[in-house]
């Protein structure tokens, strides 16, 4: 089992969430950060959106594809994070290449209702979407 106290702190966070939790990180699709966020969810143990193992069902195609362009074509991202059962969305701002698109993010969350739980040093924030 991998010590709680060496997680870094935004899955430590996650960790702490109640059953039920179901994370989506972004940026989703890119695959360093794909793996990354399977590692950690067998350390959190919360199901995660994100995934990479080599194969790539239907399904994760279309999510990425989605969730890839929530600035261009926000309805469809959300509903891609809705239909899934997502219940929280971690950011982690300095994966994008470009910042701004990390903060466009955050904005485009809150928008759609999302509340702000936390966020910490490394540049990582959690949110949870509406019920």
Excluded at 101 to 113: F, H, K, N, V, Y
Aim: glycine share 6%; proline share 8%.
């Amino acid at each position: 089992m991998y010590p709680a106290s060496a997680l870094p702190r935004v899955y430590q966070r996650i960790r702490a969430l109640p059953a039920g939790t179901v994370v989506a990180e972004f940026p989703f699709g890119d695959a360093a950060w794909e793996i990354r966020a399977v590692y950690y969810a067998a350390a959190h143990d919360k199901p995660v959106l994100n995934g990479y193992s080599g194969a790539f069902p239907p399904a994760y195609l279309t999510r990425a594809a989605a969730l890839r362009l929530f600035a261009e074509d926000g309805d469809r991202a959300w509903q891609a994070l809705v239909d899934a059962g997502t219940t929280h969305v971690v950011v982690h701002i300095p994966a994008f290449k470009n910042p701004d698109r990390g903060r466009q993010l955050l904005s485009w969350l809150e928008t759609r209702g999302a509340r702000y739980v936390e966020s910490f040093p490394e540049g990582d924030a959690i949110y949870e979407m509406p019920r």
